[in-house]
């Protein structure tokens, strides 16, 4: 796998090997990697046994300090961000629905008084005996002399559809 002494920078000629050529980023690059050779026992695979050996002995020299890279750095300052901003908007939501919340219930109380007050009203009235519910004087005698004219009118066409 080393083309070079031991103790210099080694290089790595990931093209002799289809093995290493796949794993080229894996051996080299930013990560750490455990590789696992396996043989096999029967003497008919003694010529690959031999050749995973002497890759495996080769693969053990290599050295790989895995430092985080600029981009991996960002990326991982760019996603903290990411959640601190989600973490955020879900406090607002949290906090607009409370407000909506205590809204709805505000609102609900208020037509539920004043549900309560027409009725109060009405029941009042049809004691008292006013007219559908009237009881300012005032309007007492509108709502009375709209009433009559209604039922000035009803007699005229009455005597119209008897002639």
């Avoid at 609900?108 to 029941?123: H, P, V």
């Amino acid at each position: 796998l080393s083309t070079s002494k031991e103790g210099s920078n080694s290089f790595t000629p990931h093209r002799e090997s289809v093995l290493t050529w796949l794993l080229k980023e894996k051996l080299t690059g930013n990560c750490r990697t455990i590789m696992l050779a396996t043989i096999s026992p029967y003497p008919k695979h003694l010529e690959a046994t031999l050749s995973t050996l002497q890759f495996a002995v080769g693969a053990k020299r290599i050295q790989c300090r895995p430092m985080p890279s600029g981009l991996v750095g960002d990326t991982v300052q760019t996603v903290r961000q990411i959640l601190d901003n989600i973490s955020k908007l879900k406090k607002a939501q949290d906090d607009i629905l409370r407000i909506l919340h205590f809204r709805y219930k505000q609102e609900k109380k208020e037509n539920q008084e004043k549900n309560g007050l027409a009725s109060a009203k009405r029941r009042r009235a049809s004691r008292h005996g006013t007219l559908d519910g009237v009881s300012d004087p005032r309007q007492r005698v509108a709502a009375s002399s709209v009433n009559a004219s209604q039922g000035q009118a009803t007699e005229a066409q009455r005597r119209r559809s008897r002639v």
